[in-house]
DNA sequence: TTTTATATCTTAAACGTTTGCGATACTATT
DNA sequence: AATAGTATCGCAAACGTTTAAGATATAAAA
């Protein structure tokens, strides 16, 4: 039998064995009913979450010799507290270092001052720019920014959503990837009463506040340019049938014709996945017909820069054969020859929008009515699509 | 006096009234020695916090049947939990749509799975490539990324860091701001043992792990290949002259001449801000000598992309009259023509790293001693600096 | 002197989860 | 029958902060 004595009686008669606890020999003590085993590991006392211990309100309370509420409601100049008392504590916290800990203050209100941002991929620049803008305006309010990318696949941008409205954030800001085409993932998160508030690439199911590019109008303003330069037959490089913009931007070059008076016609809209292959064969499709198409509108800018290249390789003049638009004003647009008439979407606005209508939705509660805002962009005439005045001045830079 | 029966003892003639608290008519009960207001607000029970409950393992554990402690090593597989009751606490899980609180799973553990990012300007390809790279590695280990940019203001950063470190990252991993200059708002961070990883634009005095690009030995190669194409007077676009790139991009250039036997002659190096008015006159004295440099090594594309603009609308030829190169790989290069050799980085891969570093940290603990990693990128030689081979291939695209 | 008012402080609960360790009910062994 | 072993569970503390509301001292009023 072990000389163990029983740490409440302190006897040793009456201890017995008792098998074993995680790997631990177990005694029991016969006169106290007690059972026990001999190593304790003491939870907060060796581990490493001694190093991450920071001074906390109880440590200045102790210093100050008041209550932990004290300090809490004197650093925060509650009127409750004597002045001298908040001249003590403050001092005492500065001298021991005090820095709160947000993750309590923000477990405790429920409320973490995180806004999640959701972004098919960050390094696109147009959603850099957007994350930008609400970077910008969520800093200006004291509100952090944890950002996801779904990388355009339905799956990554569900798993994230399921990861971060757990409890991490306030609100969220989306924009779905190409490939989301049912929001059973968002809808479900919506019962939390989680602010969502979508961008560009909207759902149009859900009772959410959006911020909308001006697709549609931009997109006529584009064509409509094209239209006074001269040109009659607009081919559309266009993106896949079901993404949104597509159909918006389509909507627009449509608008556009009508118009004019000009009859559409389907065999100048190509559908793409905005790979250069597929661009490529658009352009071949369309260069076999009789009468060549005097413009091409593409969708976005980066379809644009692959149009012109490959114009270029077929020695074809821009824009003197064939004038190109775009829409997006990527700083590339800028850079190619000659310069890329385009639409400047206004990407930093959009971002800010989207924040300051969360804040909206955050300060007026239940008062608050989800709205849809367009941010107006604007029409950036650049030497691409300049074949009337070919040869007059760059527009403005 | 009032009709208020004391909650205590229910008398109504013991009451006498005691002030105001807070708004509120105060009462006492001489025989209770008890003090009460009449409305009682319920800190729980009105509020907004009502709508943000959720299930919790208390929930869970009601409704099986079991303790709460039960629910929690149940729903982690721990083994002490029979078969039986685990089933049922996951059925029970599911059915009550249950979602842990990851804020107060973070507060238990005093681990956030968050890591901080901090980039000057995340508009910027480089720095958004980076973040891809770290949000990439980041998401594979189930952690978070929350962003935050300094826009090159030293202020801001500080600021910055000071927020997101008290306790709502893991790590954090920082590319300073080119105004930075002193790093005492990182040494006192230091000292609460969250790992700092430096990127890119590093801090030299503080013991952390850092990536690095290969500054040196990328404009080596750079100014070697501009050697090599025949040029001898090479010029260069510098950055400001504390900035670290600066430094060392110039420390390559300077060996590349070194090996090269060449001797430095100081008046080819101009120190700028990157801004356009700063390159254009940086072009146009070294325009005015007599012998007119062969090549133009810019700092970063971008200035690159300056240069060549301007050269060009001096109607200088490139590369026949002037070689151009850059540094940083962005989109631009591949689409200003002539194409425009540069040095790809590989933001991506330094992002990754970074994270790796991070990770890496956070498995050795105190085992782990700091790192200092150099991603070797790749040199991109494209038209704009092939003089001597002028009108051959424009090498890979 | 008794009651009321004011200013300032303290107490304790609550947030949701984790975890050290004791408790209980068995079965197996001696 | 006494003791030892095993499997499975519960208790309670701890994390750091906030906050409702009671407590106390002192001054003012009746």
Request: charged share 25%; aromatic share 8%; net charge neutral.
């Given at each position: 039998m072990p000389r163990v004595k029983c740490p409440k009686c302190g006897k040793v008669e009456t201890i017995l064995k008792s098998g074993f606890v995680r790997g631990l020999q177990r005694y029991y003590c016969k006169e106290c009913i007690y059972h026990f085993t001999l190593i304790k590991k003491g939870r907060y006392r060796n581990s490493?979450?001694?190093?991450?211990?920071?001074?906390?309100?109880?440590?200045?309370?102790?210093?100050?010799?008041?209550?932990?509420?004290?300090?809490?409601?004197?650093?925060?100049?509650?009127?409750?507290?004597?002045?001298?008392?908040?001249?003590?504590?403050?001092?005492?916290?500065?001298?021991?270092?005090?820095?709160?800990?947000?993750?309590?203050q923000s477990f405790n209100r429920r409320e973490t001052h995180v806004i999640g941002v959701v972004?098919?991929?960050?390094?696109?620049?147009?959603?850099?720019?957007?994350?930008?803008?609400?970077?910008?305006?969520?800093?200006?309010?004291?509100?952090?920014?944890?950002?996801?990318?779904?990388?355009?696949?339905?799956?990554t941008e569900a798993a994230n959503i399921q990861t971060i409205m757990n409890n991490w954030i306030?609100?969220?800001l989306i924009c779905h990837s190409k490939e989301t085409q049912t929001f059973e993932h968002l809808k479900l998160q919506m019962k939390k009463g989680i602010p969502i508030i979508h961008f560009d690439r909207i759902c149009e199911e859900t009772k959410t506040s959006k911020v909308l590019l001006d697709n549609v109008i931009g997109s006529e303003k584009i064509v409509t340019h094209l239209l006074n330069e001269g040109c009659r037959r607009i081919a559309v490089i266009a993106g896949p049938q079901h993404l949104y913009i597509t159909r918006k931007r389509l909507e627009g070059?449509?608008?556009?014709?009508?118009?004019?008076?000009?009859?559409?016609?389907?065999?100048?809209i190509s559908?793409?996945?905005f790979t250069k292959p597929a661009i490529h064969s658009a352009i071949d499709n369309w260069l076999m017909e009789k009468t060549r198409p005097e413009a091409i509108f593409c969708i976005s800018d980066n379809s644009a820069i692959l149009t012109m290249m490959y114009l270029k390789h077929?020695?074809?003049?821009?824009?003197?054969?064939?004038?190109?638009?775009?829409?997006g004003n990527d700083y590339t647009g800028t850079i190619i020859e000659p310069a890329l008439t385009t639409y400047n979407p206004r990407p930093f606005k959009v971002g800010e929008t989207a924040a300051k209508l969360f804040f909206e939705q955050v300060i007026g509660g239940d008062n608050f009515h989800i709205k849809t805002i367009t941010i107006e962009g604007?029409?950036?005439?650049?030497s691409s699509s300049l074949k009337r005045s070919y040869g007059r001045s760059d527009g403005k830079e």
């Open positions: 490493a979450f001694d190093k991450k211990r920071q001074t906390t309100i109880i440590d200045i309370a102790k210093a100050v010799g008041v209550s932990a509420s004290t300090v809490s409601r004197a650093l925060k100049d509650h009127e409750d507290i004597g002045i001298r008392t908040k001249a003590l504590v403050k001092q005492a916290a500065v001298e021991l270092d005090y820095q709160p800990n947000l993750l309590a972004v098919p991929d960050i390094e696109n620049p147009f959603f850099a720019s957007v994350l930008s803008g609400i970077q910008h305006t969520a800093s200006a309010s004291g509100y952090k920014v944890m950002i996801y990318q779904s990388n355009e696949s339905h799956k306030d609100g969220l070059y449509k608008q556009a014709l009508k118009k004019a008076n000009i009859e559409l016609d389907e065999k100048w559908y793409t996945d077929l020695n074809i003049k821009i824009p003197e054969d064939i004038c190109v638009a775009g829409f604007e029409l950036i005439i650049r």
